[in-house]
Every structure is written in C-alpha cells, then in structure tokens.
C-alpha cells in the first residue's frame, strides 16, 4: 500500500459524500494478455456501488452466474487502491496463474485439494482456484440438504462479527482510545503465493510478542495489560493478491508512533521475505497509521458510528467471507491459498467479546453480510 493510500483512508476528515455511480474496472494490458480476456470486458466488469469519502468496506457484488467456476469473467479486484501491492514491480506474471502455488508439497496442508494428482507437486494457482471454488460449493449443496452450517463462509462471518464487536465494545469502553494500524509487506519475487503466506506466518507470533513487549512490558511501557487489545488478518487482496499482514491496535491513551517501530523491525528481521532494506516497511510506506491521539479523531463509519473505519478496512480482507460467486480474482487467489495453508488467518488477543449467554447463535452468524 503507498503512502498515500493509508493517508486517504486515516489521514483525512470523512466527508459525506454519497452517490450511485457505475464504473469500468480498469485492466492493465499484462492482465489482458495474460488472462486472454474476453472483448466485451465494459459489459462484463461493471460494479454499482456507493462512494463516501474514506469509505473502506466491500464494493458490490459481482453479477456471476450460480455455481459457476469461471475466473476470467470476473474482475481483477472488488477494491480500488486500498490494499498493499507487491514491492517488487519487475515481475511481470504477478499472478503466476500457472506456476505452483508453493515450492514444495510439505506446505501443503490439504493434499487431497492441492496436490496433483499425477506429479503429487503443488497444483498451480489456476487449478487452486477452482478446487476452492469446486469446495466452496459442495459446502454449500451440504448446507442446503443436510443443514451443515459451519462452512468456510460461516467461519469467515463468525471472525468478521467478533472482529466488530471488539472495535464496537473498546472504542465505547476506553477512556481515551487510540487506534494503530501496522501493514507489513513482503515481496514476492518468484516464489508462489503460499510460500510466501508460510513466511508471513512464520514471523507473526515473534512480532506480537514484540508488541507486547513494547506496549506492556518494557521499563517505560505506557500501558497495562487491561488497557490494549489487538486483532490481525493476513490478507491478500488487491490486483496482485499478495499476502500481507494487518494488525489493527487499540490503546486507552495516547501513544507514540514511534514505539511501534520495534515491532516492524522485528517483522522484517523474522519474515524471509520482507526486504532487509525496510523496503515497503517504511513510514513513508505507510506502515504504521496512528489515530486518536490528542485531539485526532478516529475516523468512524458514516452509516455506523459506534465503528471505526480502520477496523472495517480490515475486516472486509478476511479470506472467504463473500459468497463464492461474488469473489472477484484476488479474493479467489487469497482464498484459496489459505485454504491449501490451512491455517488460521484471524488472530486477536484474548479479550471475552461475549460472555456464554451472549454469544450470538449459528443462524445469526449465517446471515451476517458485511458492511
């Protein structure tokens, strides 16, 4: 993400504008080439949608026919110019649509989805996609026949509700709230999409524990460990569907942008393929976006006030929280890759969101449709 993108969504006071408008998705020419995209693309790439000024949730849907498994006729990306892109331009295959998606079989946590079948290799982005598209379907024929609600969809809406609940609760809660948002990159060269993941993945828990560190536990620690909370998302969205990292903070008091630039050294130091150099990683990067400190306002959503659009903006990058056939390319790309990874791309500190009673029921979750 560049600099002046973070400054567009934090950097500015929220005008309210609001206007239906219908746009054409713009598609560079490598993208054309590559994908061998079809000549009508205005008819077929076209998204209706809200425009408010800083507005950071989902765009609208995608008009796809049911049940279908076409990538081509989907757009590049539901966003525009909100998410990290790759540092590293001269990749021109940035999708790498037929190369594996990562350099050995052992980071393949699903085989039976993700391996080929004859080579017993990775399978290539392409043919991931449509094993997650085949899976995301089949989950919901299950769902209508059978009742199975804990889909990948339902664990996505459980992690995006809990997610707003948190930023609803401490921003009403802290005395003196302020926000932080910390987005650390990688670059990605020519290695596959879940290679990369798995090196994000390896640097999270040092870098948390750096956090901590400086927010709790250090001699000059501006805070107790009742008064931050935290949650991240490794996210991939964007034209390019690189993973990066997100880790959205909440602070009761003021605290300087300055004592999170340990936390973003470590990242580099942990993560193999986050550029030594700062690369991406720097303040005039727009790594770390502070709001809320002194007389700054943290901006809120117009339509929902009680929220900030910090956490929103987050949120929205969950892996598969739209419908399937809504998903546009980079979703499917992300998608996918955690799905053969496996892993969790949601992790918060352990703040109680809802007590036993409160906790909202499987049903409730279904019908979740982000905002």
Same mark, same amino acid.
């Given at each position: 993400?560049?600099?002046n993108?973070?400054?567009?969504?934090?950097?500015?006071?929220?005008?309210?504008?609001?206007?239906?408008?219908s746009?054409?998705?713009?598609?560079?020419?490598?993208?054309?080439?590559?994908?061998?995209?079809?000549?009508?693309?205005?008819?077929?790439?076209?998204?209706d949608r809200?425009?408010?000024?800083?507005?950071?949730g989902?765009?609208?849907k995608l008009?796809?026919?049911?049940?279908?498994?076409?990538?081509?006729?989907?757009?590049t990306?539901?966003?525009?110019?909100?998410?990290?892109?790759?540092?590293?331009?001269?990749?021109?295959?940035?999708?790498?649509l037929?190369?594996?998606?990562?350099?050995?079989?052992?980071?393949?946590?699903?085989? /039976?989805?993700? !391996?080929?079948?004859?080579?017993?290799? +990775?399978k290539? $982005?392409? =043919?991931?996609?449509?094993?997650y #598209?085949? %899976?995301?379907?089949?989950?919901?024929?299950?769902a209508?026949?059978?009742?199975?609600?804990?889909?990948?969809?339902?664990?996505?809406?459980?992690?995006?509700?809990?997610?707003?609940?948190?930023?609803?609760?401490?921003?009403?809660?802290?005395?003196?709230?302020?926000?932080?948002?910390?987005?650390?990159?990688?670059?990605?060269?020519?290695?596959?999409r879940l290679?990369?993941?798995?090196?994000?993945?390896?640097?999270?828990?040092?870098?948390?524990?750096?956090? /901590?560190?400086? !927010?709790?536990?250090?001699?000059?620690? +501006?805070?107790? $460990?009742s =008064?931050?909370?935290?949650?991240? #998302?490794? %996210?991939?969205?964007?034209?390019?569907a690189?993973?990066?990292?997100?880790?959205?903070?909440?602070?009761?008091?003021?605290v300087?942008?300055?004592?999170?630039?340990?936390?973003?050294?470590?990242?580099?130091?942990?993560?193999?393929?986050?550029?030594?150099?700062?690369?991406?990683?720097?303040?005039k990067?727009?790594?770390?976006?502070?709001?809320?400190?002194?007389?700054?306002?943290?901006?809120?959503?117009?339509?929902?006030?009680?929220?900030?659009?910090?956490?929103?903006?987050? !949120?929205t990058q969950?892996?598969?929280? +739209?419908p399937?056939?809504?998903?546009?390319?980079?979703?499917?790309?992300?998608?996918?890759?955690?799905?053969a990874?496996?892993?969790?791309a949601?992790?918060?500190?352990?703040?109680?969101?809802?007590?036993?009673?409160?906790?909202?029921?499987?049903?409730?979750?279904s019908?979740i449709r982000p905002?």
């Open positions: 993400m560049s600099a993108s973070i400054l567009d969504i934090f950097g500015s006071k929220t005008k309210s504008i609001t206007n239906k408008y746009e054409r998705i713009k598609d560079s020419s490598k993208v054309n080439t590559l994908l061998g995209c079809l000549e009508d693309r205005e008819s077929l790439f076209r998204k809200t425009l408010k000024a800083d507005y950071v989902p765009s609208a008009a796809v026919h049911q049940n279908s498994n076409s990538f081509e006729q989907r757009p990306t539901q966003a525009d110019g909100c998410n990290p892109e790759p540092l590293d331009d001269s990749v021109e295959d940035h999708y790498r037929y190369e594996p998606i990562a350099d050995s079989a052992e980071r393949v946590s699903k085989p /039976r989805r993700y !391996l080929d079948e004859e080579t017993q290799g +990775p290539s $982005a392409r =043919e991931a996609v449509k094993s #598209v085949e %899976a995301r379907h089949g989950e919901n024929v299950s209508e026949k059978n009742g199975f609600k804990k889909t990948r969809n339902w664990r996505a809406n459980r992690q995006y509700r809990i997610g707003k609940e948190m930023d609803r609760q401490l921003l009403r809660n802290y005395d003196n709230p302020t926000t932080v948002l910390l987005s650390l990159r990688v670059s990605p060269g020519d290695r596959g290679t990369l993941l798995s090196g994000l993945h390896d640097a999270i828990n040092p870098t948390f524990e750096q956090l /901590r560190y400086r !927010l709790q536990r250090s001699a000059d620690a +501006p805070l107790t $460990a =008064e931050w909370e935290y949650f991240a #998302v490794l %996210a991939g969205t964007e034209k390019r690189t993973p990066h990292l997100h880790i959205y903070v909440y602070c009761d008091g003021d300087s942008r300055k004592r999170f630039s340990p936390v973003v050294e470590k990242f580099v130091g942990e993560c193999p393929y986050a550029p030594d150099d700062m690369r991406g990683n720097s303040p990067d727009g790594t770390i976006s502070v709001r809320g400190n002194e007389d700054d306002m943290i901006p809120r959503m117009s339509d929902t006030p009680a929220e900030s659009q910090g956490a929103t903006y987050v !949120l969950l892996p598969h929280l +739209p399937v056939d809504e998903m546009a390319q980079d979703e499917l790309l992300h998608s996918s890759t955690v799905d990874w496996n892993g969790n949601f992790r918060r500190s352990s703040y109680t969101v809802w007590d036993d009673d409160d906790k909202p029921s499987l049903d409730e979750i019908d905002t």
